[in-house]
């Protein structure tokens, strides 16, 4: 293990240096967002938001979030930028969190606010901290270290700063590369019901002796469920249960009627909830069977019942001694997590579709996207001798399982193919193209809620025309990142740039150079992006221009706000900044304007991308119609007739189908074939 870490950590040094290169940035910062990203995709913290502080009184943070159920997150780094892998020692780790706990009680208690400087984010962390003092309810401890925790430090006891509880975390290489190595590419949550609770859960088994998994029908103390809650948030929450139950502190009010007034019918009035877990460990009792402990447990439905718990509790004081819930859970292994769980996260969410049909990592417009960025290779960049593609991650950890598959030569080239910085992952994605598409202020709000929002916006332009999602969308998307984190790198190396809110200063300077477009009635030229693989010098120095002007009007928010971080998330933020526009225009080089094009040019790359797209439609139904035998054609012709679902065009179609490869149905006669496959599917009959 000792000889995985050490390659492990070179790897990780390797991309940390390759990162901070790529951004402009400080190692430090690039060490703190990478290991945050890593986390806030998993579940452990909702967001992150850099603030360095330090002070030679004993106080340390380097990064924080708030999230909607008054818990904070403080993060500390160990970070040296060492050449080598060092251990942790519990000295270290004592001292880390000391300084860290130090922070807090100096900005709630001592008035550190009033000795710093007010545009900048320690400011207004230590002024938030100030003024959320008594209604803050948890405080999460967590130092990011580059090195290797000791092995005498088995276990970190919760405590309290000033009467607050105090949870600690350390996340070092070992725990990152077991995170990263592990199938699902999380931490698996490992719950023993005995030692948390002092019992096991009853339940009843309800496979009937499949092989393919194991099923149970269990029900749930509500207590339980909302301390685990409580304990674990998020995590406990399948990702798109996750991405989807936004403003988390919200209650429903149904659910809160039952609980104050009729708990004794809590359990006739709600669905329950479903979930899943890698595997389980049952014992028999006097009473029956019961489960021991779980790994691995998931909620994929019922998300909204159990923070409604939690909370109902917390701000009620209800009392849930007498509240059960029925939970469904099934054990799905491992290996079929990525398939199995989000089809029966997708299937038990039919009552609250979010519209976007719940934007799964294996909705089709994402393996569209996939097949795009596998398939089209960029130009490449003046003065490279070769083209790359840009690696698009529809599923957490698809692109180091690529490499680990491979041979070091192979390894090789599929990195020169795939470089690292060329890799975005849905969450990108939303952020790239709400900022131009959407409000920006989804952007601050964090990566979860930026891509709920693009999730919702999306689902439903797939479900009106799928077409629009073309060749030129991806291009276009790529070129967006393109944007995206060349203005990043601006941003980073501007004099007038103190080290904070990077993230606001570039989400908003793009938002407001697509307003400009808008409001000339002109297009950005994505493809010339694309082609060139860079931004030109006339669109880096607009891009300054417009930052610039960013950075000076949210560091002087309103009188009265003293969290630019927040301010940032308010729609107020970007109407003042939307007053500002003209003003900026006026600062904005000619040579600009004259790049961009007009409305004709624009409605003929995105009529004839839309045309391709259809093309390539009509290509792949023929090719999956092919590729299934008459004789298949036959047997879902004949189990549908049976049960009268077919029309009469529709049977004609078939007939046709059933003569392959005799006779071969045009492109239109294979997209009915194609939606009959799915009539088959739906009823169970599955051919292809």
């Not at 969450?427 to 959407?438: G, P, S």
């Amino acid at each position: 293990m000792e000889q995985t870490n050490k390659q492990f950590f070179h790897n990780f040094r390797q991309e940390l240096l390759a990162g901070a290169e790529a951004n402009v940035g400080f190692q430090l910062d690039e060490f703190m967002e990478t290991i945050a990203a890593e986390l806030i995709e998993t579940g452990f913290t909702e967001g992150f938001e850099l603030c360095h502080f330090r002070a030679q009184r004993g106080m340390r943070v380097d990064g924080y979030w708030f999230n909607d159920e008054e818990v904070l997150d403080l993060f500390i780094a160990d970070f040296d930028f060492r050449e080598n892998l060092a251990s942790l020692t519990r000295t270290e780790v004592d001292t880390a969190f000391k300084r860290v706990a130090n922070f807090f009680e100096a900005c709630a208690n001592k008035g550190l606010a009033t000795e710093l400087e007010v545009t900048t984010p320690e400011y207004g962390l230590a002024k938030q901290i100030a003024d959320r003092k008594n209604t803050i309810r948890q405080v999460n401890l967590t130092i990011f270290s580059e090195r290797t925790l000791s092995e005498r430090i088995q276990t970190l006891p919760n405590a309290e700063v000033l009467d607050i509880p105090v949870t600690y975390n350390i996340w070092d290489i070992s725990r990152l590369n077991r995170q990263r190595s592990s199938r699902s590419h999380k931490e698996p949550l490992d719950l023993h019901f005995e030692q948390m609770f002092g019992k096991s859960i009853p339940c009843l088994p309800a496979h009937l002796g499949s092989n393919t998994y194991q099923s149970y029908l269990v029900v749930m103390p509500a207590e339980i469920l909302s301390s685990l809650y409580e304990k674990f948030g998020a995590r406990l929450l399948e990702q798109n249960v996750r991405t989807f139950l936004q403003a988390r502190g919200n209650v429903n009010k149904g659910i809160r009627t039952t609980i104050l007034n009729e708990p004794e019918m809590f359990f006739a009035y709600n669905n329950g909830i479903t979930a899943t877990a890698q595997s389980i460990e049952t014992r028999k009792t006097d009473e029956g069977l019961s489960i021991v402990n779980t790994l691995d447990l998931q909620i994929v439905n019922g998300g909204q019942t159990t923070a409604s718990l939690f909370h109902t509790l917390r701000r009620d004081k209800a009392d849930l001694s007498q509240i059960f819930v029925q939970m469904k859970l099934s054990v799905i292994n491992s290996l079929d997590n990525e398939t199995v769980v989000p089809k029966i996260s997708e299937y038990a969410n039919t009552q609250n579709r979010v519209n976007a049909a719940d934007f799964f990592s294996n909705h089709p417009f994402h393996i569209r996207m996939e097949g795009f960025s596998r398939r089209i290779w960029a130009p490449a960049q003046k003065g490279a001798q070769r083209e790359t593609k840009w690696f698009y991650e529809r599923a957490r950890g698809q692109y180091a399982d690529s490499v680990s598959k491979l041979t070091p030569a192979e390894q090789r080239r599929f990195k020169a193919e795939h470089p690292k910085p060329q890799m975005f992952t849905k969450t990108d994605l939303a952020k790239f193209e709400n900022v131009w598409d959407d409000h920006p202020r989804y952007v601050n709000l964090g990566a979860q809620k930026n891509f709920a929002q693009y999730a919702r916006r999306i689902g439903n332009e797939w479900n009106k025309s799928s077409d629009i999602f073309n060749e030129f969308y991806f291009k276009r998307t790529v070129a967006r990142g393109l944007i995206f984190r060349a203005t990043e790198r601006l941003v980073s190396a501007q004099p007038w740039y103190n080290g904070g809110y990077r993230a606001n200063i570039v989400a908003y300077t793009l938002a407001i150079l697509s307003e400009i477009t808008k409001r000339t009635q002109r297009y950005f030229d994505f493809l010339n992006i694309w082609n060139e693989q860079q931004i030109n010098s006339v669109l880096a120095n607009t891009l300054s221009i417009i930052s610039q002007a960013v950075n000076e009007n949210i560091t002087h928010p309103p009188l009265g706000i003293s969290n630019i971080s927040e301010w940032c998330k308010k729609e107020a933020c970007w109407l003042q900044l939307q007053d500002q526009i003209d003003h900026i225009q006026e600062k904005i080089p000619s040579e600009f304007y004259s790049q961009l094009m007009n409305s004709d040019e624009q409605a003929v790359i995105a009529r004839t991308a839309r045309q391709i797209q259809r093309v390539d439609i009509g290509i792949e139904d023929q090719r999956h119609v092919l590729s299934i035998s008459a004789e298949k054609w036959g047997q879902l012709h004949q189990a549908l007739h049976k049960k009268k679902l077919l029309t009469p065009k529709e049977v004609g179609i078939l007939n046709i189908a059933m003569q392959i490869p005799t006779k071969i149905p045009s492109e239109k006669q294979c997209a009915v074939l194609i939606n009959v496959l799915e009539k088959g599917r739906t009823e169970g009959i599955n051919i292809a």
